[in-house]
């Protein structure tokens, strides 16, 4: 059998229609968006038809999106971005955002706090669910951004982004969403969902690497972390990346045209996966019942994830323990201390997350594996 792939959550394979369509670009349009000339106007014209592709995506005025680097950027964008602002007129910066946020939203809202700004982290309970009613309390008067992911990297949590967003709306307080595991994966509006900002991520939708977008709603107060050429309407200066801003269009198309009935396929998958795991003697899972349909975390008392994933990966399955970022790291995961496990099942914990291309088959021949694994550890 083929290596099988189920570590989604890090990053997908790249679309078929991605990839032509990058390479189309690559090879015809050669000009910077900027220049005046012919060739300028063609690749402008490339980046304003991909900017209409994922404004859709997430039911967003195009107006309202900008390119990033990718998902760090992005929440760093935001973040930090909010914080300068405030610190440009002299006005105080509070933060609110979660214990089970990503890195990147975390190690952002630290930096802020290392210049002076005040972050509160907000518990989850034991399924990762933010607790509405200590956020409510979390927000002050001086509090300047809140900012809560909409599905949790590691568990697949799905946050009660509407409820949360609502709080802030009536305290006039602006809310950004980390939607980097769910955008292209689950419907997502952000008018819908109430939000000021929101970031993703073009590999995580199949799309190509080292692209991202911040959406921000007009009439947030953001500093530009970027500046030079006023690029991205003075929000991102640098020339932008014409393929990889055609390539992620193209997967926000494709993922608008299957997004049903891969939601269909992967929850069946994940059921069938759940049921072989609950086989199992001594597994739990983690996570909450509102969850993405292609994440799967689950741990089995007294075995390593470490040692897992590593047998696993012999036999040709590859997973993941922790988060993409942190793979390989053997402190536990932050995200299920928080959600009250020891770090002893913490560091049982692994994370199997599917996609577009997982096979029955190959979710057959992995839960056979891993039982198999596991008898063979325990003998
Ligand atoms: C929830 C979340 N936020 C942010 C990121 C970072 O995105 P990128 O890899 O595009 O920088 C990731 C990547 O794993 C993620 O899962």
Do not use: W
Not at 104 to 115: D, N, Q
Not at 181 to 206: C, M, N, T, W
Not at 214 to 230: H, Q
Not at 293 to 310: D, K, Q, R, T, W
Request: charged residues 25%; glycine residues 8%.
């Amino acid at each position: 059998m083929k290596p099988v792939y189920l570590d989604y959550a890090a990053t997908t394979p790249m679309a078929e229609e991605a990839r032509i369509a990058m390479q189309e670009v690559e090879r015809d349009f050669i000009g910077n968006p900027s220049s005046v000339h012919a060739f300028g106007q063609e690749a402008r014209a490339a980046i304003r038809k991909a900017r209409m592709e994922i404004a859709d995506l997430i039911d967003a005025d195009p107006e309202d999106i900008f390119f990033t680097s990718g998902g760090t950027e992005s929440d760093n964008a935001i973040i930090k971005g909010v914080f300068f602002d405030r610190k440009s007129r002299s006005l105080p910066c509070h933060i609110v955002t979660s214990r089970v946020e990503h890195s990147a939203v975390l190690e952002a809202c630290a930096f802020c706090e290392s210049l002076g700004a005040e972050v509160t982290q907000v518990p989850v309970d034991s399924e990762g669910i933010v607790q509405k009613e200590a956020f409510a309390q979390s927000l002050r008067a001086d509090t300047a951004l809140a900012s809560i992911m909409l599905a949790n990297n590691e568990v697949g949590t799905i946050e009660p982004i509407r409820e949360l967003s609502a709080l802030c709306r009536e305290r006039n307080i602006p809310f950004h969403t980390d939607a980097v595991q769910a955008v292209g994966h689950i419907p997502v509006s952000v008018r819908e969902l109430g939000v000021d900002a929101l970031s993703f991520s073009g590999h995580k939708l199949y799309g190509p690497k080292g692209i991202g977008v911040l959406y921000i709603r007009k009439g947030v107060n953001v500093s530009p972390l970027l500046t030079g050429g006023g690029q991205e309407r003075g929000m991102r200066s640098g020339t932008e990346n014409v393929p990889a801003i055609v390539g992620l269009g193209a997967a926000a198309r494709l993922s608008r045209q299957s997004m049903q009935q891969e939601i269909e396929h992967l929850t069946d998958l994940q059921e069938y996966l759940k049921a072989s795991i609950a086989s199992i003697e001594g597994s739990f899972l983690n996570g909450a019942r509102t969850k993405l349909p292609g994440n799967f975390n689950f741990g089995v008392h007294g075995i390593s994830a470490e040692e897992l994933l590593m047998r696993l990966d012999l036999e040709g399955f590859a997973v993941s323990a922790g988060s993409a970022c942190n793979a390989g790291a053997v402190e536990p995961s932050h995200v299920l201390l928080a959600m009250g496990r020891t770090p002893e099942e913490a560091r049982a914990s692994v994370r199997v997350s599917l996609g577009r291309f997982t096979t029955k088959d190959e979710i057959l021949a992995f839960a056979a594996k891993l039982c198999d694994i596991v008898r063979e550890i325990r003998q």
